[in-house]
């Protein structure tokens, strides 16, 4: 069964760092590409980075470039999101989910619960 | 980047209803399209992808269509489980982008 769990999130102050971390089982997980969307309170989906199996290819929203960096770890089949100077526009629950093998599309068919991430002072 | 463009925003509709979800690209994006439903605080579920091909375990009442730009949801009749907030996804190029969003509501 596959499975996605996120953890890290919480309440930071703007201008703050937060690692947020996607823990995975079920699936080869250096063979698939792995996203992640954040859904802001009350509001839609947005897509905010994306990364290959290998991890050599990562792919960012204008919002978050510069700020926030995916990473894995396909040793511990593991996903990361580094969120550096924090926003309130940030504030919203982050999902991992699972994209297609080898990069072949993005489309998510597996998804994590979600992790809220409040940035307020 | 592209702009996907929902339409309805929201939509009232009755079990049995046929419902109609349109999404429109701002640019050919060929059939890279998936439909996603999401119920209140759920996560995404992916119903359709590759425009017009049903995920595994998703209803056939389902109905995805279109290419290049634009694109429909159908639901033939609607089931009480498919109220729900529903998005179309470009999966075209980086930054992939989501629609708006049109939330399915019982009339």
């Known amino acids: 069964e596959v499975q996605l769990l996120e953890s890290g999130g919480g309440l930071v102050q703007p201008g703050g760092s937060l690692r947020l971390s996607c823990a995975t089982s079920?699936?080869?997980?250096?063979?698939?590409?792995l996203s992640w969307v954040r859904q802001a309170p009350g509001k839609g989906l947005e897509w905010v980075s994306g990364?290959?199996?290998?991890?050599?290819?990562?792919y960012y929203a204008d919002s978050v470039k510069g700020r926030f960096t995916i990473s894995r770890d396909n040793s511990k089949n593991t996903l990361y999101l580094q969120m550096n100077s924090l926003r309130a526009e940030d504030t919203a629950v982050y999902y991992c989910a699972k994209g297609g093998p080898y990069s072949s599309n993005w489309y998510d068919d597996y998804w994590g619960q979600g992790t809220l991430v409040t940035v307020s002072s | 980047d592209i702009q996907m463009t929902q339409s309805p925003s929201s939509v009232s509709a009755s079990v049995g209803d046929r419902v109609t979800i349109t999404c429109r690209a701002s640019q050919g994006i060929s059939s890279w399209l998936g439909w996603y439903q999401q119920k209140p605080g759920k996560a995404p579920k992916l119903l359709i992808y590759a425009a017009s091909t049903l995920q595994s375990g998703v209803p056939s009442r389902f109905i995805g269509s279109g290419s290049g730009t634009d694109f429909t949801l159908t639901i033939s009749s609607l089931q009480p489980e498919d109220f729900a907030t529903y998005y179309c996804q470009q999966a075209n190029s980086f930054p992939l982008t989501f629609g708006g969003g049109t939330k399915v509501e019982i009339k």
């Open positions: 079920g699936f080869t997980f250096s063979t698939y590409a």
């Open positions: 990364i290959s199996g290998s991890g050599d290819y990562t």
